[in-house]
């Protein structure tokens, strides 16, 4: 099937969606995508920030297609022409969209582990108003502890519902979900004292924005600051293969494999996750790629040269006094 | 005028029992489609009827079905809205109400043309009391031989089960009512797949509102050319109005479709003219979900002509200076009604309503109903005014389900049509605040000569 | 109404305290169970809430939740989950006679706001709130569908048309006499299904 995004065309399979078309081009071509999560059975369709507008329903059928779609659950038709960037009602809905995630966000990035790694950051880079139009207070939630190691700072989510479908898919009891309607909807345990799940942690990975962090890093230091390394060890539960995020020769947090969409390749277990953080516990095999527009990228070199400095001459400190 | 189809033997006593509704002519349509008209034939009878769905969108029913999958090899099923809860709405709950076998035929003789052997209705929780009479009805239709294993000897076979929601108005909107069915959250699905593919339990599925079920037994009794002679052009047949407001007579009303509007809200025999002698000021044909029209338009078009009671001419001049028919919730609004404050309590319900899943709607919803909120109780900007018109325009048609529009048109409309009562309340915090309804004031003001508003009615 | 920005959703906890259906109502649950196909069990859940609710104390409890869950066989989140989404499911302890006013538009503009009002001042609370006698419990809710014969409220599900300040002060006289004693035409949710 020949599908054109943004006049690029892409041949992919029946039954792909548009999204996946767009991402098999690649660059900025790829509408963001807050909610939809490859790895995850039933995602999609919620935030609204993947919407594109088809100019042309198939080869058949050209007339355009009414409304936006989103892109994440529309599937492609064969001559379809799909225009992202190059639409100004795209910008236009996606800056509305920005907004209104915005709109009860606590914008508390100063204070958020999230930051620098946060997909609701690049997204009001992309496409945010200078100046909230809101003037009314927003919504306050307490912030409680799902498990032993996982924060849930409420304020800051965007129900995209993806730490759901994580839980639901990876791990045999499910002990959160969403809780009551409208705006005033939370990811919740509902009771206290809920236990953790093997695989819970992986709630924090898929987290598009600090809603869910780890507390084994809470407040350790910006992501900026580390360093992330492919690093391996054998495991049990999971392929073991993650990303440590190191400084110096510490290991400050361990976190699944991101690739170029912000999916991990490999979800981890709890113990990979929260209980390795020794430097002996892992084989370092190398720095991990980062996109240079990146913040995490600042100071951050996929490879080392060879230190090649003059030494100073033996004793000429001392003759110097 | 016109002829009435499904209440012509709605004021007999004792008409919601199976004995006297057989014997004024109950369960014929089924003993017709069932022992002399094969599958097919009864689909060609609703196509060529030209009934369309009642619930709102006015989908035609005939070209819905056609879409059930009929190659899957699971069960199909068909599943009856009764979810009713667009304000102004309560036809649904007449009709069962009164006439649960009326329900209970258009049921058998729908999922006999559909392949359909189990059949749930859907009914909002708060109508409780009604689960007990359809419940009964039910039953009474199994005892004689209508409902259960091989009806009237054939070889077809249907259960139908009665099942409450328990207080979401999301739940009418036919995806969100599926899993409402499926015992979760009513978060509407998102489309593609479309039940007639994959529905409830992920097998092919055909939703219908109450009143549109309702009306297939008599479809083919009178035959669907015969049903399709009622009405005016694409709006076939007779259409349930339930009229609630400022009127003399509220009530649920079936009307020949292409009536004035004008007649319907002036002549006794429907409601009756405004009550209190007072004035037209607007009003919301369709459900509080469609756009409201002040006087002078709800009773002509821009044209000149006078608006009908039907699907095309409600919606003639688009929503410019048009509105739609919508689920038939007729609400009237007389001279004294605050569109301010209605716009305001109608956000509130839509924020309520919203289920949260999709951005637009649930910070729309919500943050709408705040700007309205301020300017109601006097604490609005003139700004506020044009962030609202944004606002709706961004949550307009970005959303999973239509209930994003039918929250933020409700808000455009009242906005376009009064945006000189919206100002009058941003300038005249103190009055506002203490006058709700019937701003006296304030219609002063509009009804002066330079009012601008062109509510001639006054 | 308005703006209600502090979420107060608490984290709920287990009494562990038993809870059961008698014999008869769970006779009735398993026949709703067999309305849907195999494995489906879970649509029962919105049925069974109501019936629980009704049933077991006026309220949904987690001990409740729980036992409805191992009841349905599905994980308790489910159905907390379903419980707060749908506006009918009450969480907290609620007064004898729950009475729920109609809100929304139609009913707004036929005096629906004067019949919360008057209730406010009668009742000497706030929507949301409970009588200290514990035998009233007012509460706003949206459309009732009911549009036509408004104002209009619903007082533990069954309706009250066509109000007037005068017919609610009457209604609540006929309540309070009838507090202590079952009361007279009421039909259950077992009864309905049955």
Known sequence: ?321 | MGGKILLTNIDIPGIRGFDVYRAHGGYAAVEKALREMSVAEVGTEVNRSGLRGRGGAGFPTGLKWSFLDRKSDKPRYLVCNADESEPGTFKDRYLMQHLPHLLIEGLIISSYALGVNTCYIYIRGEFKYLVGILEKAIREARQHGFLGERILGTGFSLNIYVHPGAGAYICGEETALLESLEGKRGNPRIKPPFPAFKGLYGCPTVVNNVETLATVGPIINMGGEAYSKYGRGKSTGTKLISACGNINKPGVYEIEMGLPVEDFIFSPEYCGGISNDKYLKAVIPGGSSVPILPADLILNTVKGEKRLMSYESLADGDFVSGTMLGSGGFIVFDEDACIVRNTWNLTHFYRHESCGQCSPCREGTGWMEKILYRIEHGQGKMSDIDLLVRVAKNIEGNTICPLGDAAAWPVASAIRHFRREFEYHVKHPEVVKNIHHGAIELNAELMGPDSGTGIKYW | MGQNNHIHHHLFEKQNKPVKFSGSTLEVVHQLIKRYPEGQQKSALLPVLHIAQEELGGYLSVDIMDYVASLLNIQPIEVYEVATFYSMFYLDKMGTYVIEVCRTGPCAISGGEQILAHLQDVLEIKPGETTHDGLFTLKEVECLGSCGTGPVMQVNTEYYEKLTPGKVDKLLEDLREYANQPKPGDSTWVEKFC
């Open chain 1, 1 to 321: 099937m020949k599908v054109t995004i943004d006049n690029i065309q892409v041949e992919v399979e029946d039954g792909s969606t548009i999204l996946q078309a767009a991402r098999k081009i690649g660059g900025k071509v790829v509408p963001p995508a807050m909610c939809y999560y490859s790895k995850l059975k039933g995602s999609g369709g919620k935030c609204r920030t993947c919407l594109v507008k088809v100019a042309q329903s198939s080869a058949k059928d050209p007339r355009p297609m009414p409304k936006l779609v989103a892109s994440c659950s529309t599937p492609v038709q064969d001559g379809m022409v799909v225009q992202n960037l190059t639409s100004p009602e795209v910008i236009e809905a996606r800056k509305g969209i920005v907004e209104f995630l915005l709109l009860n966000h606590p914008l508390d990035c100063p204070v958020c582990d999230q930051a620098g790694e946060c997909d609701l950051q690049d997204l009001s880079f992309g496409f945010g108003m200078e100046e909230t139009a809101t003037e009314d207070e927003r919504r306050e939630y307490p912030v409680i502890d799902i498990g032993d190691n996982i924060k849930l700072h409420m304020n800051r989510c965007i129900l995209c519902y993806r730490c759901v479908y994580t839980a639901d898919q990876l791990t045999d009891k499910r002990l959160h979900g969403v809780l009551y309607r409208g705006d005033v909807s939370e990811i919740s345990t509902f009771i206290s004292n809920a236990v953790t799940n093997e695989f819970s942690g992986n709630v924090i990975d898929v987290c598009p924005v600090g809603a869910l962090t780890d507390k084994t890093f809470r407040f350790k230091s910006r992501v900026w600051f580390l360093k992330p390394m492919n690093a391996h060890r054998e495991c049990t539960k999971c392929s073991g293969k993650v990303a440590a995020w190191m400084f110096g020769n510490e290991i400050y947090r361990i976190t699944g494999r991101k690739d170029q969409f912000g999916e991990v390749e490999e979800f981890i277990c709890n113990e990979c996750r929260f209980d390795k953080k020794s430097i002996s516990d892992w084989v370092i095999d190398g720095p991990r790629h980062i996109k240079r527009q990146s913040v995490i990228s600042a100071n951050h070199y996929e490879e080392l040269k060879k230190q090649s400095v003059i030494k100073p001459i033996e004793g000429f400190m001392e003759k110097q006094e």
